[in-house]
Nanobody, 127 residues
Framework: QVQLVESGGGLVQAGGSLRLSCAASGRTFSAYAVGWFRQAPGKELELVAAISRSGDNTGHADSVKGRFTISRDNAKNTVDLQMNSLTPEDTAVYYC????????????????????WGQGTQVTVSS
């Protein structure tokens, strides 16, 4: 029902910043909650941040709190992930995913809650 494309990844030095963007197709983007996930080499896929349909609720993994910020612009059909103070441990493929589920919080923290996934974008942080 929705197609997602990530962009903004690349190579950055430790301490630097990147801004990832997830662009969605169609006019119904506001009907989806969105999450950012990442997968580092040899590690399990993990949730980085989540945002509700309207953007009024957000959640961030403990490992990125204070450094990463998720936001969305439903008028532009985009969800961004601002990443600051990057470290080599942030090196991973980053994916955005959309969920059509509804709940009181509007936030979803499990992989199974998401039905649509982007292709991923590589983030590499050098020492």
């Amino acid at each position: 029902q929705v197609q997602l494309v990530e962009s903004g990844g690349g190579l950055v030095q430790a301490g630097g910043s990147l801004r990832l963007s997830c662009a969605a197709s169609g006019r119904t983007f506001s009907a989806y909650a969105v999450g950012w996930f990442r997968q580092a080499p040899g590690k399990e896929l993990e949730l980085v941040a989540a945002i509700s349909r309207s953007g009024d609720n957000t959640g961030h993994a403990d490992s990125v709190k204070g450094r990463f910020t998720i936001s969305r612009d439903n008028a532009k059909n985009t969800v961004d992930l601002q990443m600051n103070s990057l470290t080599p441990e942030d090196t991973a493929v980053y994916y955005c995913a959309a969920s059509a589920r509804t709940s009181l919080s509007g936030l979803y923290y499990t992989r199974s809650s998401y039905d649509h996934w982007g292709q991923g974008t590589q983030v590499t942080v050098s020492s």
